[in-house]
Nanobody
Framework: QVQLVESGGGLVQAGDSLRLSCAASGRTFSSCAMGWFRQAPGKEREFVATISWSGGSIYYSESVKGRFTISRDNAKNTVYLQMNSLKPEDTAVYYC????????????????WGQGTQVTVSS
């Protein structure tokens, strides 16, 4: 069992940066792949980034590649999403999620979810 708690969201202007954190509890964090997803009002949940259990494999959606960076600190049971050059279209609730071992782009393949943190980017 893994419990996830996101933090770091907020209201920023276009071009600003934010760093989201996802703190995990449970003994199995270091063996979990982690993902960040987002959901805007009226839209489906969208893949943002994923990182394997070791941090050796990282993937991003095309819409955030080059602007966002996912990382993890297994000693702190935390995964991060550094978001730079934010755009109004990045506005959404951001969720972190965990699944055993291998990364995935598909939210249906994740077993554990946080409650989400709101990111709002004004133009």
């Amino acid at each position: 069992q893994v419990q996830l708690v996101e933090s770091g969201g907020g209201l920023v202007q276009a071009g600003d940066s934010l760093r989201l954190s996802c703190a995990a509890s449970g003994r199995t964090f270091s063996s979990c792949a982690m993902g960040w997803f987002r959901q805007a009002p009226g839209k489906e949940r969208e893949f943002v980034a994923t990182i394997s259990w070791s941090g050796g494999s990282i993937y991003y959606s095309e819409s955030v590649k080059g602007r966002f960076t996912i990382s993890r600190d297994n000693a702190k049971n935390t995964v991060y999403l550094q978001m730079n050059s934010l755009k109004p279209e990045d506005t959404a609730v951001y969720y972190c999620a965990a699944r055993p071992w291998r990364s995935s782009h598909y939210y249906t393949e994740y077993d554990y979810w946080g409650q989400g943190t709101q990111v709002t980017v004004s133009s």
